[in-house]
């Protein structure tokens, strides 16, 4: 049996435990005293991250909605419907109480891919297990933890796929299991995906849930679906155990925008899908008429979203339909919100690993889609699109529409010493051409069972890890840093930061949207709140930044001194001879007028 026929095989298992001969007892009870209507439900989230579906804070991936969804239509009552996030659950114990009794604990959560976050510590294994053990009623694990579970979210691991004490595993989708499950009067269910018909009343049905976000309303991003699966098969990923991407129609995706939005989000990332550029088509192909529907129909819904962004843009699409390409990255452009990012794919520039790991595009494919996407939207808002890409000295004071980002995996079949000059060439010629990259990911490989990479595992990773240490730094120093100020150069203004932490006497913060910029700001302002900041440095993958417009009349020493061209000594002048009428009577050589507004700008079009 193939891994994947073992996911979506038919047979769901239950296990035979201490743990399960307690829920018999609770279950017989239980099922004579309660229908769907009476249920109650906590859906625990412990997070997500997959090649193609975020969903850790500032993120709600879509597993928690459409499960809330399909249980609703299953029968079960709004407001019987608990959710929490396991970093809820860690802060208030009290919390637990809602895992304890509900009739039904549903957690969804699992890690395909490595990382490191600020917004939220996914849950580990020894946390979903306790869920387990403490849930009186039925216990159901779903979501990408079927794919298997390692000892960290990190590069360079292998996992297995553990049950971690549950009654039940959804080993197809955690959403059609629940609407079994209650359907069936808490039995049972047969593990099966979901169909089109069942996610067009879930997904606008569960958009309630979003409420229950500790970061809803200003704070929460709704991660997207337009489709599953790959039209790909590469040796890493576990996309293509999905099948062929199957999408969903541009008004299904625009009516739960609607609902979302109705439900007081506002910041949107159309990230669930193999490739944005596929929307809609034969699974490879673009259709320019289904991406226009759906981004024009978004914004028709949601007028007032203040966030609009994308992940996963296929480069081998670009490459094999340009004129195609061309037109629907134009109507993304039209459409999204600034600091927009295409992350690509490439993994890896040497041919070799890409023969070897039947990866899809080669480097000199990728970079013409890189490219193609400066070209059509590497335009500021308040400049015209035929000015694209802009950057230095002309360019307007706002971070590019959209811009390509590179994936580079590493620990791939095959690698090999030159692997690392190959990836670092590439790179170096897109900074050279006078391109612009928004980021560039460098990961190592996580080995799941059911791809190719299984065999190899996490060998090869470990055997270059002391390679892949120092090449990673050079990345960040040679490329990042330069990179980072042609995209984002000093006097670059970024509206609504939101402030997450406090580190050395600055706070920082990020946008909301898709791989954000990190922002530090001199001194400690309250967390929570949400400033527009203005660029005044740079870091290897960061930038320093000041209230925008920063008021020269009450800015702290450590704000002055952090603008460019001003030092401790200037600050210091510049504080004593407050107060100034205007910008202009500052004085000085240095030019501030980028920094330093005596009105607030007007508001940010188009961001
Ligand atoms: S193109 Fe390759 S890496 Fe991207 S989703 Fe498809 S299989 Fe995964």
Known sequence: MTWREDILGNQSFRLRTAQTAQFYHVDTERRDMTRPSDLSVTIVDGYVDEPAHFGVPPYISTYPRFTAGALVDAGVAKSQITYHTIDELRDDRQKWRDVATADLMIYVGGMTVPGKYVGGTPAEPDEVRELAWVAEGVSVLGGPVRFGVGD????????????????????????????????????????????????????????????????????????????????????????????????RTADAVVSEVGKLAEYGVQHFRIGRQADILAFGGDGEAPNTDALRRLYSGIREVAPDLKTLHLDNMNPITITKWPEESRECIRIIAEHNTAGDTAAFGLESADPLVQEENNLNVSAEECFEAVKIVNEEAGWRPGEAPSRAPTHGKEAANRLPKLLPGINLLHGLKAEREETYEHNREFLQRVYDEGLMLRRINIRQVMAFAGTDMSETGAQIAHEHTELFKSYKRDIREQIDQPMLERVAPAGTVLPDVHLEYHQDGRTFGRQLGTYPLLVGIPGERPLGSTIDAVIVDHGYRSVTAVPYPLDINSASMTELEALPGIGRQRAGDLIVNRPYETPDAIGGEVDLSAYVQTDRPEQFPNQ
């Open 152 to 247: 960290e979210n990190a590069g360079a691991t292998e996992t297995e796929r553990q049950d971690l004490d549950y009654d039940f595993v959804a080993k197809g989708d955690i959403e059609a299991a629940a609407y079994d499950l209650v359907d069936s009067g808490l039995e049972g269910f047969s593990s099966r995906m979901r169909d089109n018909d069942e996610l067009s009343r879930w997904a606008p049905g569960g958009a309630f849930i979003v409420e229950q976000h500790p970061n809803h309303p200003e704070y929460l991003i709704c991660e997207m679906e337009t489709s599953r699966g790959c039209a790909y098969r590469c040796s890493f990923c576990t996309e293509p155990l999905y099948g062929n991407p199957a999408f």
